[in-house]
């Protein structure tokens, strides 16, 4: 089992940043995405950035130049630095640890870290 606890979110003004983090504790095998995912009102939750064990990253075509991940194995903890913030940003952002295992895949999900972007 895995437990992901997030912090970092906020009331921001546009242009501002943050930095969201997320500590992973448990079983964290050594093959494994960690991510982040967002999910605005009425709106599904989406892909905002991930970054494999293999050192690959990935991000939504929104946020790419703005936000930033990285992740610090030996803390199992990954981070996410967002600058130019904009109000479309306002969202409830969700940390994931996907855990590979072959061809099975077992995903993990924080609770939750709101951030707010005001005009």
């Known amino acids: 089992q895995v437990q992901l606890v997030e912090s970092g979110g906020g009331l921001v003004q546009a242009g501002g940043s943050l930095r969201l983090s997320c500590a992973a504790s448990?079983?964290?095998?050594?093959?494994?995405?960690m991510g982040w995912y967002r999910q605005a009102p009425g709106k599904q939750r989406e892909l905002v950035a991930i970054?494999?064990?293999?050192?690959?990253?990935n991000y939504a075509d929104s946020v790419k130049g703005r936000f930033t991940i990285s992740r610090d194995d030996a803390k199992s903890t990954v981070y996410l630095q967002m600058n130019s913030l904009t109000p479309e940003d306002t969202a409830v952002y969700f940390c994931?640890?996907?855990?590979?295992?072959?061809?099975?895949?077992?995903?993990?999900w924080g609770q939750g870290t709101q951030v707010t972007v005001s005009s």
């Open positions: 448990g079983s964290i095998l050594r093959n494994n995405n």
């Open positions: 970054a494999t064990s293999g050192g690959i990253t």
């Open positions: 994931n640890v996907r855990i590979i295992v072959g061809i099975l895949q077992y995903d993990y």
